[in-house]
């Protein structure tokens, strides 16, 4: 946090506008649409309320099922789950670690021979990197499915050269307290489509008719984001480019200390865009490395530097042990072999480098 985000903070603090609504609020969904060139944002308490949101906007209900990347956070999933749909994993390809569209092909022209289509679309623009859109909107046009983008994690990347945000048909941000920028947790939701982001709005507010009593013709949620965190949001926003440069300078730094090390290979920036580089993730080959991706991380841990797995792909997890998937060999693969480094917009030199001689000098190599 730096000086504009107090200013602003205090500023909201001393109008008086303590509340899920206010001058902040609707300056913050402003900005954002002027920066990335969307038409409407509604800014809300969390990533994972914006993708309830979404779903709930393109009418997601119990026995409907929706497509997203096997390799993610699960609050992707969780959302589905939410509405009583159930989610449908797809594995990553290699290159990106994002959906592969070749696969979300497969599935979906195996979903229309079968007569069910899914209600929608999610690929996820993992670790800061866009998926591949092109193929994506072309195949899911193909079948009219509505494509919602989880941009949770990629705000600041851009894909041929449009902004990450502005990809699908809605998108959806995080600004939890570990992404990009920050406003300790809070998230958006973003489409050009005026009437979703109205709805979204209405549905965030408890779906409080137009009525001079309490009216609610349908059910809503407490789901707006706050005045005071939108102020912290806007000053964000004016040092998100700073973020990203660090975040990639970390990237690069890591990249030229550990390419040559035999058995280390990173997530690959995808000719198609610029990732934010929000995490910057190693594959380990175990054999050529000579130790494995977990004694790595816990020689880190053992001089207190917290390296993370890679997300343990959802068709893993017994919370979703009965959803379908297509493929999964290669997000297991990133799963076993993937590691992400530290890589806050806030390390120094001396951090960054302690983190590569730990590396270098895991015992038993
Ligand atoms: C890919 C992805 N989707 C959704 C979310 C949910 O966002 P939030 O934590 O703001 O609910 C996150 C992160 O937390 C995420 O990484």
Same mark, same amino acid.
């Given at each position: 946090m ?6 602003? /903070? ?33 800014? #809300?308490?969390?990533?994972t ?14 026995g409907?099922?929706v497509?997203?990347?096997? #390799? ?22 290699q ?14 022209k195996?979903?229309?021979d079968?007569?069910?289509?899914? =209600?929608?679309v ?6 800061g ?13 193909r079948?009219?499915v ?14 041929r050269g449009?902004?990450?945000?502005? #990809? ?19 998230g ?12 979204t ?26 005045? /005071? ?25 890591y990249?030229?200390?550990?390419? =040559? ?5 990173? /997530? ?32 880190l ?12 792909p ?8 009965d ?25 120094n ?17």
């Open positions: 730096g000086t504009v985000e107090r200013e602003l /903070l205090l500023d909201a603090f001393d109008s008086n506008w303590i509340a899920p609504l206010g001058p902040h609020v609707d300056a913050f969904e402003r900005e954002m649409c002027e920066l990335l060139g969307i038409g409407h944002a509604a800014a #809300l308490s969390s990533g309320a914006a993708l309830h949101l979404s779903l709930l906007i393109l009418g997601v209900e119990p409907d099922e497509i997203t990347s096997t #390799l993610t956070f699960s609050a992707t999933a969780n959302a589905v789950t939410y509405c009583g749909a159930r989610p449908v994993f797809v594995d990553s390809s290159e990106t670690w994002n959906i592969d569209p070749g696969i979300l092909a497969e599935e979906l195996s979903c229309a079968r007569g069910k289509l899914p =209600k929608a999610i690929p996820v623009d993992l670790y990197q866009c998926a591949d859109y092109a193929p994506i909107t072309e195949i899911c046009a079948y009219e509505p494509i919602i983008e989880d941009a949770a994690e990629a705000l600041g990347a851009s894909y449009h902004a990450a945000g502005t #990809l699908g048909s809605m998108a959806v941000l995080s600004f939890n307290g570990n992404k990009i920028i920050t406003t300790s947790g809070g958006m939701l973003l489409s050009d489509n005026e009437e979703w982001i109205k709805r709005r209405y549905l965030a507010t408890q779906a409080r008719d137009f009525a001079p009593h309490y009216q609610h013709s349908t059910i809503g949620y407490n789901y707006r984001m706050s005045n /005071l965190l939108a102020a912290v949001g806007r000053g964000q926003l004016r040092v998100l480019d700073d973020r990203v440069s660090a975040r990639r300078a970390n990237n690069r730094f990249r030229e200390a550990l390419s =040559k090390v035999q058995g280390i290979t990173f /997530l690959p920036e995808a000719s198609y865009g610029r990732s934010n580089c929000w995490l910057t993730c190693i594959l380990i080959d175990p054999k050529e490395f000579g130790a494995s991706t977990e004694e790595i991380r816990i020689h841990e053992s001089q207190n530097v917290e390296a993370r797995p890679v997300w343990k959802m068709h893993m997890q017994p919370a979703f042990s959803c379908r998937k297509r493929g999964g060999d290669v997000s297991v693969g990133l799963f076993e072999h993937g590691l992400c480094l530290p890589s806050g917009s806030n390390l030199p001396s951090e960054r480098e302690l983190v590569v001689e730990l590396i270098r000098s895991v015992p038993g190599r």
